[in-house]
């Protein structure tokens, strides 16, 4: 297995790994959702605003975690959203994504991001560092229908900053239906 970044030639598999995995895990409905975010993250993102890092075995895409700016205005931090992830469903429970995620984590940190920020389930993303936070914190870009999913991390060996200000995410994400 190798940990790869990147998304030209690949947005289709990439958009099939999401599209599968959030069907198999959460109904056809879902997959679709996600499936389709995907495809309007890789392709209509601009590359300085996108991060895709994924993991491959032997020539396939296995397991992808996308991040992009999160923007808040008036503060100096630099963050970055994890939002969405997905493991195939045949290589879950093997510890591909928590390596694949601290190997972007590294890579993002490395290239001058400040926090990490996703929204999931707190029990999983916790195991690379993510603690919750409230809005008061880091305020969301959209109202959140599941406020303890909502987790960051510092990515500069200090606790995570209090951000100042409302918060931008790129127009993929900007959808009611994924907050």
Excluded at 73 to 91: E, G, I, K, Y
Aim: glycine share 10%; net charge negative.
């Amino acid at each position: 297995m190798e940990f790869l970044e990147g998304t030209t030639g690949y947005e289709a598999a990439l958009t099939d790994l999401f599209a599968t995995t959030f069907e198999d895990a959460e109904g056809p409905e879902e997959g679709q959702v996600i499936g389709g975010l995907v495809s309007d993250l890789v392709s209509d993102t601009p590359k300085v605003d996108i991060r895709v890092f994924r993991a491959e075995q032997d020539g396939a895409i296995i397991a992808a975690a996308i991040f992009t700016n999160l923007s808040f205005p008036q503060d100096p931090n630099r963050v970055v959203l994890l939002s969405p992830m997905a493991v195939a469903t045949a290589h879950q429970r093997k510890g591909i994504g928590q390596a694949l995620l601290r190997h972007a984590l590294h890579a993002l940190r490395e290239g001058g991001a400040d926090v990490a920020i996703t929204y999931g389930d707190p029990e999983y993303y916790k195991r690379v560092g993510f603690q919750p936070i409230t809005e008061a914190q880091a305020a969301a870009p959209l109202p959140l229908s599941m406020p303890q999913g909502w987790l960051g991390q510092s990515l500069t060996g200090t606790d995570m900053p209090k951000l100042v200000g409302a918060s931008r995410c790129v127009e993929a994400l900007h959808r009611k239906d994924v907050w």
